[in-house]
């Protein structure tokens, strides 16, 4: 298949547009869930047909992982994944590689415990800095064999085919993806296993919700206890055809493409059909360019770099709270998302504490401000810095083949829309 436009590239310059972005654009299939459609389906025997799915490097790592453990995962077309599973997972010959996809590296790290042998989980020199210690606790209190390389990957797991029984806490603080880890492993324990919250923190609660929803599609028992706790049966995974909901995450940059521009952008699907937390940024987004003096982003993460972008054209500067876990994503985002603002004006983004503020400058539309933004390898700052773009003349977006994590067909979308990109 032909690479999609822009990901070969060193730097694109965006052109800014002189008037309304309108059009209609399918965003991709969902990451999130994509990437625990494919997990429980290896998970379950027999075939599961996954349809909308997400295509993208994220879920090419987690696909590769499930192939190397014995499970045959086909792809018919550019949204179908058919898995087909003996509902057991091998030994791989080698160790599993997940680049920087968090979603697969949390998720199989619990997962590969159920493998009858040793199974090494690592990423790259990114996922290397992205703290996995509290899983990997939380393992251990099972009675599971589990090391990691003080509190990041690579995880050494000797499993032995189940996942213990009883209870097991978990501290998703830093991040959510532990809490799903074990939720999905935990139908295969020798008995009914609650996973309980410690601390008062979770990164996005909607992701949970995200899991529940998944495990429950592939015939899990879960029962949601009190606020931080819940019980899962024994149940192991049935295979079952799953249609997956586009990525709202992505949604997020149609959705402020089409606030900055005045434009008017189907996605062909409501805002109220998704379920992931980001569909709570449209609402905000739909504010602008008044948008509230506080956003609270602990609920809808991975919209922050995009809402900021927007933030610097608003009437009024913005603080954004609630967003300390946005430094151990791809890349330490509340910095680069004030770093990089501040290289287009300074003083557009500073850091105060875990908090990021962006001080607005609406006369920044129609400004040429030559700027080289530096993107992290982190997709999400190439997506949210190109929208200054669209407005600013002289951005350039570096490395933007980064957007192949989670959205290879991005550049192409915004040539689409009838945007201009000078290489
Ligand atoms: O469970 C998931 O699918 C995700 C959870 C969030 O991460 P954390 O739980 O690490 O905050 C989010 O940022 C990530 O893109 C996807
Ligand atoms: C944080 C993200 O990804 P992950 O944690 O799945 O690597 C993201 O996609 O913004």
Same mark, same amino acid.
Request: net charge negative; hydrophobic share 45%.
């Given at each position: 298949m032909a690479t999609a436009f822009g990901l070969d590239k060193q730097a694109l310059t965006i052109i800014p547009v002189s008037g309304p972005l309108n059009g209609r654009v399918t965003p991709p299939g969902s990451k999130s869930i994509t990437n625990r459609a494919l997990l429980l389906a290896a998970l379950a025997k027999g075939t599961s047909r996954l349809t909308g799915a997400l295509k993208s490097l994220d879920t090419k790592l987690m696909a590769g992982a499930l192939r190397a453990m014995g499970v045959t995962v086909d792809e018919p077309d550019d949204t179908t994944f058919i898995v087909t599973s003996s509902g057991r997972l091998n030994p791989p010959a080698e160790p599993l590689f997940l680049g920087n996809a968090g979603t697969a590296m949390r998720f199989l790290s619990a997962a590969v415990t159920l493998v009858d042998g040793a199974v090494v989980v690592d990423g790259d020199a990114h996922m290397r800095k992205r703290p996995i210690g509290p899983l990997v606790e939380a393992l251990r209190s099972l009675g599971i064999d589990a090391t990691d390389a003080n509190g990041y990957p690579p995880v050494t797991v000797q499993g032995n085919g189940t996942f213990g029984s009883g209870r097991v806490e978990i501290d998703g603080g830093l991040s959510s993806q532990y809490v799903s880890a074990l939720l999905m492993a935990a @139908?295969? *324990?020798n008995g009914p296993i609650e996973v309980a919250l410690t601390g008062s923190e979770i990164g996005a609660r909607g992701y949970v919700d995200l899991t529940i929803a998944a495990m429950r599609a592939f015939g899990a028992e879960v029962e949601q206890l009190d606020a931080a706790s819940w019980r899962v049966q024994s149940t192991g995974y049935t295979a079952t055809d799953f249609v997956i909901e586009p990525d709202a995450s992505a949604a997020t940059y149609l959705w402020a493409a089409e606030a900055l521009t005045g434009g008017n952008i189907d996605l *062909?699907?409501?805002?109220? @059909?998704f379920t992931q937390p980001d569909a709570k940024a449209r609402e905000v987004i739909a504010m602008f360019p008044n948008l509230p003096a506080v956003i609270d982003g602990s609920q809808m993460q991975d919209a922050i770099p995009t809402i900021a972008v927007l933030a610097a054209f608003n009437n009024t500067p913005v603080r954004f709270v609630g967003i300390a876990n946005l430094r151990v994503k791809e890349c330490d985002r509340v910095n680069a998302v004030a770093t990089e603002l501040s290289r287009i004006r300074p003083g557009l983004g500073t850091e105060e504490g875990d908090d990021l503020i962006v001080a607005s400058d609406p006369s920044l539309a129609g400004q040429t401000l030559p700027t080289r933004i530096e993107t992290y390898a982190d997709h999400r700052i190439a997506m949210s810095f190109a929208l200054a773009g669209l407005k600013i003349h002289g951005i350039t977006i570096l490395d933007p083949g980064c957007v192949a994590k989670t959205y290879p067909a991005y550049w192409e979308m915004m040539q689409g829309l009838g945007v201009k990109l000078v290489d």
């Amino acid at each position: 298949m032909a690479t999609a436009f822009g990901l070969d590239k060193q730097a694109l310059t965006i052109i800014p547009v002189s008037g309304p972005l309108n059009g209609r654009v399918t965003p991709p299939g969902s990451k999130s869930i994509t990437n625990r459609a494919l997990l429980l389906a290896a998970l379950a025997k027999g075939t599961s047909r996954l349809t909308g799915a997400l295509k993208s490097l994220d879920t090419k790592l987690m696909a590769g992982a499930l192939r190397a453990m014995g499970v045959t995962v086909d792809e018919p077309d550019d949204t179908t994944f058919i898995v087909t599973s003996s509902g057991r997972l091998n030994p791989p010959a080698e160790p599993l590689f997940l680049g920087n996809a968090g979603t697969a590296m949390r998720f199989l790290s619990a997962a590969v415990t159920l493998v009858d042998g040793a199974v090494v989980v690592d990423g790259d020199a990114h996922m290397r800095k992205r703290p996995i210690g509290p899983l990997v606790e939380a393992l251990r209190s099972l009675g599971i064999d589990a090391t990691d390389a003080n509190g990041y990957p690579p995880v050494t797991v000797q499993g032995n085919g189940t996942f213990g029984s009883g209870r097991v806490e978990i501290d998703g603080g830093l991040s959510s993806q532990y809490v799903s880890a074990l939720l999905m492993a935990a @139908a295969f *324990g020798n008995g009914p296993i609650e996973v309980a919250l410690t601390g008062s923190e979770i990164g996005a609660r909607g992701y949970v919700d995200l899991t529940i929803a998944a495990m429950r599609a592939f015939g899990a028992e879960v029962e949601q206890l009190d606020a931080a706790s819940w019980r899962v049966q024994s149940t192991g995974y049935t295979a079952t055809d799953f249609v997956i909901e586009p990525d709202a995450s992505a949604a997020t940059y149609l959705w402020a493409a089409e606030a900055l521009t005045g434009g008017n952008i189907d996605l *062909g699907v409501p805002s109220d @059909a998704f379920t992931q937390p980001d569909a709570k940024a449209r609402e905000v987004i739909a504010m602008f360019p008044n948008l509230p003096a506080v956003i609270d982003g602990s609920q809808m993460q991975d919209a922050i770099p995009t809402i900021a972008v927007l933030a610097a054209f608003n009437n009024t500067p913005v603080r954004f709270v609630g967003i300390a876990n946005l430094r151990v994503k791809e890349c330490d985002r509340v910095n680069a998302v004030a770093t990089e603002l501040s290289r287009i004006r300074p003083g557009l983004g500073t850091e105060e504490g875990d908090d990021l503020i962006v001080a607005s400058d609406p006369s920044l539309a129609g400004q040429t401000l030559p700027t080289r933004i530096e993107t992290y390898a982190d997709h999400r700052i190439a997506m949210s810095f190109a929208l200054a773009g669209l407005k600013i003349h002289g951005i350039t977006i570096l490395d933007p083949g980064c957007v192949a994590k989670t959205y290879p067909a991005y550049w192409e979308m915004m040539q689409g829309l009838g945007v201009k990109l000078v290489d």
